[in-house]
């Protein structure tokens, strides 16, 4: 056309007309436009022409000819939303692989997650079910004496808390309670049912006990139930135990065992206590049975205020001062203060907390159950990152799916759609998606749950799904899923030109910045777990393999006796056995000792001539002869107990002891005196030993006492094999306890699997890292997988025209491979440091520790490369093998 | 009768329609109507006047040819339908009669 430049019409009236009008108006509009600028221009000049067009133009800007703004409004919203879903299945259904990789990773995350929420849910309701919880605290001792500090539960005698009681008038209720850390048995003399009981099972406590807590009493009378000294409350599930179908109110269950043993009238029976509660126990008796008669009497004998300890619960009011209330506890203290050189004085620790954020309170002898909120971020912060991998994956695989759905946008597009449908239609697909992955998770929660409550000891149920604000919870997430999962797709196919999305070859993008952000941070997540897993493994097997100075392998401990009636002739017994025992052929040693592996006393010990304040906190317990040669303990100084050495004036003690008692030598303690704090014991050294490790490597050497109890029934007895045959050894030792202590039962363990138990919660977190990580690289590597088929798909006809060209399959597989790599590398740089922090960290609670070098981060990093090596050849060798004619031939 | 009722200008352009018959499209319309009350008149006017009749089933429309003067778009003709006849027709009938009335006023009334 002549003057093409001069004789056209300004271009910016048609768009803003298309921006404003109905699009269906707009050809008919443009061309009666652009027809009378034509007419225009041979009546007028061209500047006329175009001002003509120009107000033509914008005169159709006019309501009746606009297009509607309120967009879908007059859509049936519900029809299209149907579409939407309808289209979505078809999608769904036909890309089968994709939809079942991708709805597997979205489940097994929402399902892990699932899991991990109810498990926190029920950490934190702890206590909770109390009515008065918020009114109830646990009396706190702090004990200052010259510069040393200690807290603990049970720091106050029992006068304690009825004092309280009486003299200030906030508190309106208080709890007493005493846990004995020894094994009993219990007879129902009736039937002869008899078992061991655990240390814990018994618990002493006050009748207060019904008044401040909501433990339902199934039968007895709340009031009456603690009338009797010798009255017992049973829990549901032992009344079965011991009596069947039988109703138990008003029968005997005879206790042989400290501290008080004798002949109990059940009273009452308890619904079974509930899991999430710090005290778990299956027989309830009143504690003034324990004051009265207590260790043979001598609880009632020592000082009510100073003397045997309990641990005391009181409740105040809600409105009251706290801290007015603890000077008044403080005040009251200090005016029976007895030892002169001691300070002590009360915190209050809420019900609530005590069994999450109880740290070295829970310390073993309290026997309270404990957790951890340190475990809980721990798992909360895991899974939560297992949903972001998933979901992470999502959108890599939906966006390697756009490369064949950019025709059907395209055409979607030409066809009228615009983009804001087109992004609802895809959050909708992306809803379809997550909630039949919530849906499937619901299903594997159920699966996985027993799994969990194997793994964590703990009998767990789904209780969440009775709670209507968990769905409500539940769906949020599943729209928060899919709008986070979806957008990013969404934005990114919606936003091509239909033109482009037409013709494919046109469309190269590369992959970016975002994404590649995403598969870092996969990647980071999987190296951050197998380092975590890699490192827990290599920190607990070098705590195993450690030099103890003790050996417990082959070390088979059994039960001792506790019905004995005669206690002379039971004694008597006790050595004999123990004898005949050792003469065994398959038998190397016999002790006896009142604690195993793991457990043990702690009391303060000091030379008599130094300050009771300056007394050690050193580790004790008891044992019969023998001892230092059934676990090979190595002596430096002095020698084992002998025959001769009378009970409980004796002790051998470990290097440790020697320093922290002041000695100069090992050879220099031999013979030397140890006292008590406030003196009372007056024990002889007989023997040093090499430091060794009762307990787990996690902590230090700490001193060591150990004392001779030859003439009494110890509550375990360790014997030293020297066969691998156990079942025959096995056998004559049940015979020969049988025949010795009949009506014990014959119970036995082994002293490694004691010891090793210290190390249950290493051994878990490794092997919760363990899954996490193989679930996190299992997710991880589908994305991979995924993204890899994306780019090498975009990238065929460049592949075929290298190896038209000559290029070998090698040379296109680093092609391929390498970006891979260089993501891969920048999250392993990523990651180290926080490895390296946080590795650190945690080795650094472990006295014996393996050294964070290179290999902590090299075995992982080599196995994740391995793993994405291999995911990825999958894809790329294939492209690289095929047929360059294939990728060229077809347009 | 009311539904039924044209405005002034929407009017005259289905007169215009009729009369052009098979030449009814925007444009024409347009010069028809200038020509003969020998005014410019808005494209737009005519163009909403259009779709409102159209929307009212007065008019009916269907794409024609496409031409380079047009800049590649069709044009779009328009086509009175039976029953705009119809309205029309009533239309000019109540006009005539009031004019008649009109007429038949004492001439001071008027």
């Given at each position: 056309m002549e003057n093409s430049n001069e004789s056209r019409p300004p271009r910016w009236p048609i768009w803003l007309l298309r921006f404003f009008l109905k699009a269906s108006y707009l050809e008919e509009i443009e061309g009666n436009l652009e027809e009378r600028f034509h007419d225009n221009l041979l009546a007028y000049r061209k500047r006329r022409a175009k001002f003509e067009y120009v107000r033509d133009a914008l005169l159709h800007i006019r309501p009746a000819l606009m297009r509607n703004w309120a967009g879908q409004k007059k859509l049936n919203h519900i029809s299209v939303f149907s579409l939407y879903i309808k289209s979505a299945f078809r999608i769904l259904l036909k890309n089968r692989a994709y939809s079942i990789i991708n709805l597997l990773g979205l489940s097994v995350g929402m399902g892990v997650c699932l899991v991990i929420f109810q498990y926190t849910y029920l950490e934190l309701s702890y206590d909770q079910f109390h009515t008065d919880h918020d009114q109830i605290y646990r009396v706190i001792i702090e004990e200052t004496n010259g510069a040393g500090h200690e807290s603990y539960p049970?720091?106050?005698?029992?006068?304690?808390?009825?004092?309280?009681?009486?003299?200030?008038?906030?508190?309106?209720?208080?709890?007493?309670?005493?846990?004995?850390?020894?094994?009993?048995?219990?007879?129902?003399?009736?039937?002869?049912?008899?078992?061991?009981?655990?240390?814990?099972?018994?618990?002493?406590?006050?009748?207060?006990?019904?008044?401040?807590?909501?433990?339902?009493?199934?039968?007895?009378?709340?009031?009456?139930?603690?009338?009797?000294?010798?009255?017992?409350?049973?829990?549901?599930?032992?009344?079965?135990?011991?009596?069947?179908?039988?109703?138990?109110?008003?029968?005997?269950?005879?206790?042989?065992?400290?501290?008080?043993?004798?002949?109990?009238?059940?009273?009452?029976?308890?619904?079974?206590?509930?899991?999430?509660?710090?005290?778990?126990?299956?027989?309830?008796?009143?504690?003034?049975?324990?004051?009265?008669?207590g260790w043979g009497g001598a609880v009632k004998r020592n000082d009510d205020w100073n003397g045997f300890n309990v641990i005391n619960y009181l409740k105040i009011e809600a409105t009251a001062d706290k801290l007015a209330v603890i000077n008044k506890l403080n005040a009251m203290i200090a005016a029976r203060r007895t030892e002169e050189d001691t300070r002590k004085q009360v915190s209050l620790q809420p019900l609530k907390d005590i069994y999450l954020e109880s740290g070295h309170l829970s310390y073993q002898g309290h026997f309270d159950s404990t957790g951890s909120i340190r475990d809980i971020l721990i798992f909360g912060i895991i899974s939560g990152f297992v949903l972001l991998i998933a979901w992470v994956n999502y959108i890599n695989l939906s966006v390697t799916q756009s490369i064949q759905r950019?025709?059907?946008?395209?055409?979607?597009k030409t066809l009228g759609a615009i983009r804001h449908q087109l992004m609802a239609q895809f959050i909708s697909e992306s809803l379809l998606l997550n909630t039949l992955a919530g849906a499937l998770a619901i299903g594997l929660a159920f699966l996985i749950l027993p799994l969990l409550s194997n793994f964590l000891d703990k009998p767990l149920e789904m209780s969440l799904v009775r709670l209507p604000e968990f769905w409500a919870v539940f769906l949020a997430f599943i729209v928060l899923g899919a709008i986070v999962s979806g957008i990013y797709p969404a934005f990114l196919l919606s936003g091509h030109q239909p033109i482009v999305s037409l013709k494919p070859q046109a469309n190269s993008p590369r992959t970016s910045v975002f994404r590649k952000g995403l598969m870092v941070f996969q990647f980071l997540i999987s190296f951050l777990l197998i380092t975590a897993t890699y490192l827990v493994y290599e920190q607990v097997s070098f705590l195993k393999t450690r030099e103890l100075n003790v050996d417990m392998e082959k070390?088979?401990?059994?039960?001792?006796?506790?019905?004995v009636p005669d206690k002379k002739k039971g004694l008597e017994n006790f050595k004999v056995f123990r004898t005949e025992m050792a003469r065994h052929a398959n038998i190397e040693a016999v002790t006896g000792s009142l604690f195993t592996p793991g457990d043990f006393w702690t009391r303060p010990y000091r030379q008599p001539g130094v300050p009771g304040n300056e007394a050690a906190y050193s580790r004790t317990f008891y044992t019969t002869l023998n001892f230092a040669e059934t676990y090979d303990l190595e002596f430096v100084a002095g020698g084992p107990f002998t025959r001769e050495m009378p009970d409980e004036k004796v002790v051998i003690i470990n290097e440790a002891a020697v320093a922290a008692f002041g000695f100069e030598s090992a050879e220099q303690s031999i013979n030397q005196k140890l006292a008590g704090k406030s003196g009372g014991r007056n024990e002889r050294i007989v023997g040093v030993v090499k430091n060794f490790h009762w307990h787990s490597l996690r902590e230090a050497h700490e001193p060591y006492v150990i004392g001779l109890y030859e003439n009494n029934l110890t509550e375990h007895v360790s014997i030293r094999l020297n066969t691998s045959d156990l079942s025959n050894t096995l056998t004559d030792l049940r015979d020969s306890f049988e025949k010795f202590f009949p009506g014990n039962p014959f119970d036995y363990y082994f002293a490694d699997s004691a010891f090793n138990k210290q190390y249950q919660s290493e051994q878990k977190f490794s092997q919760l890292f363990l899954f996490f990580s193989i679930l996190a690289i299992f997710i991880g590597c589908i994305g991979l997988f995924a993204l890899v088929s994306y780019n090498a798909n975009l990238r065929v006809k460049e592949i075929g025209i290298r190896k038209v060209l000559g290029a070998h399959v090698s040379v296109i597989l680093v092609l391929l491979s390498k970006q891979y790599l260089r993501l891969f590398a920048v999250s392993i740089l990523l990651g180290a440091p926080v490895a390296w922090l946080a590795g650190n960290r945690w080795l650094n609670h472990y006295d014996t520790r393996i050294p964070l070098s290179l290999p902590v981060f090299l075995v992982p990093s080599i196995v994740m490369l391995l793993i994405a090596t291999l995911t990825i050849a999958q894809r790329t060798i294939r492209t690289a093998r095929a047929n360059p004619v294939n990728a060229l031939r077809n347009e | 009768m009311k539904k039924n009722r044209l405005g002034e200008f929407q009017e005259l352009i289905l007169m215009a329609v009729i009369l052009l018959r098979e030449q009814a499209h925007g444009n024409e319309i347009q010069r028809e109507l200038e020509s003969r009350l020998n005014e410019r008149l808005s494209m737009g006017a005519i163009q909403t006047a259009l779709k409102r009749m159209e929307d009212k089933g007065l008019l009916t429309s269907e794409w024609g040819e496409a031409t380079p003067v047009r800049g590649g778009k069709r044009r779009k003709y328009y086509t009175a339908t039976p029953y705009a006849r119809k309205v029309l027709e009533e239309m000019t009938q109540v006009r005539s009669q009031m004019w008649q009335s009109i007429h038949d006023l004492k001439p001071e009334r008027l």
């Open positions: 049970n720091g106050i005698g029992y006068g304690f808390a009825p004092a309280a009681m009486d003299e200030i008038p906030e508190i309106t209720g208080y709890l007493r309670k005493e846990r004995v850390n020894r094994v009993a048995t219990v007879t129902n003399p009736d039937n002869k049912r008899v078992f061991y009981e655990e240390v814990n099972d018994l618990l002493f406590a006050d009748a207060g006990f019904f008044e401040l807590f909501n433990f339902p009493l199934l039968r007895g009378n709340e009031k009456s139930v603690f009338n009797d000294s010798y009255s017992i409350v049973i829990t549901e599930k032992t009344a079965t135990k011991y009596f069947g179908d039988e109703d138990p109110i008003g029968k005997r269950l005879v206790i042989s065992g400290p501290p008080s043993p004798g002949e109990y009238l059940v009273t009452g029976v308890l619904e079974d206590i509930p899991l999430n509660t710090h005290w778990q126990f299956d027989f309830l008796i009143p504690i003034k049975n324990y004051i009265e008669y950019t025709k059907e946008v395209g055409i979607r070390i088979l401990v059994i039960k001792g006796p506790r019905v | -």
